[in-house]
């Protein structure tokens, strides 16, 4: 399968626990996007990446949340300190550079903080 | 900052009905169009875009959506739905002129029974 991967693609932990998610993308993408989802609402834009470089972050996105993507490849995601509140499930996606390319988006990753 | 509203949040139709999907986006500057759907245990992917050029766009499976930039709408259509276009459907927005980073409706639920 080619297309865009994310482990895991389920994860529970306690409130207060850091968690680090995964995401692989189509190899020639240079595009690397994270989105949130929650129940009942579309996806909510987090962070976009062109090859390593992070070149937009939401407001959304709080000091406890850090994403990184090393020499522009796979991408992790990283929330500190869990809160009730992030519970929901995180979606990674990837194009082509330039706007015009489609963004494929991979399966997700669904995280419950109880 | 842009937003995008989708009108129901839950459709419900019979085989060979008509569907039509509203979607309306607030942004005065040139935009790119988009509606993804997610499938019942799969992830989002893309039924058609659009960017310039003839307002009504073809995508796969049969539905098609119409750009009408004078009432800020894109709105999705099938004329004859089928039993597996039971989906969640999501309308999309970017800027134009900014990073492709997508801003989501918040999906309408299509079931469609047979």
């Known amino acids: 399968d080619t297309g865009v991967s994310q482990n895991p693609r389920h994860k529970i932990t306690k409130r207060g626990q850091n968690v680090t998610f995964r995401c692989d993308p189509i190899s020639e993408h240079n595009r690397l996007y994270w989105y949130r989802q929650t129940l009942g609402q579309g996806p909510e834009f987090l962070t976009y990446f062109q090859n390593e470089a992070q070149l937009e972050k939401s407001r959304l996105l709080s000091d406890r949340f850090s994403a990184e993507r090393p020499k522009g490849s796979f991408s992790t995601l990283e929330i500190q300190r869990t809160e009730q509140g992030d519970s929901a499930m995180y979606l990674c996606?990837?194009?082509?550079?330039?706007?015009?390319?489609?963004?494929?988006f991979g399966p997700g990753t669904r995280l419950t903080v109880t | 900052a842009q937003s995008v509203s989708q009108h129901n949040h839950h459709v419900i139709l019979s085989e060979a009905a008509s569907l039509e999907l509203g979607c309306n986006y607030s942004y005065g500057g040139t935009v790119n169009l988009f509606w993804y759907v997610q499938y019942p245990g799969q992830h989002l992917q893309l039924l058609l875009k659009y960017f310039s050029g003839d307002p009504l766009v073809k995508g796969i499976k049969g539905f098609e959506a119409e750009f009408i930039k004078s009432k800020f709408s894109f709105n999705l259509r099938k004329p004859s739905v089928q039993w597996s276009d039971t989906a969640e459907y999501f309308c999309a927005v970017n800027e134009d002129s900014g990073y492709s980073t997508l801003t989501f409706g918040k999906g309408t639920m299509l079931l469609v029974s047979p």
């Open positions: 996606a990837s194009s082509l550079g330039g706007i015009a390319y489609e963004q494929y």
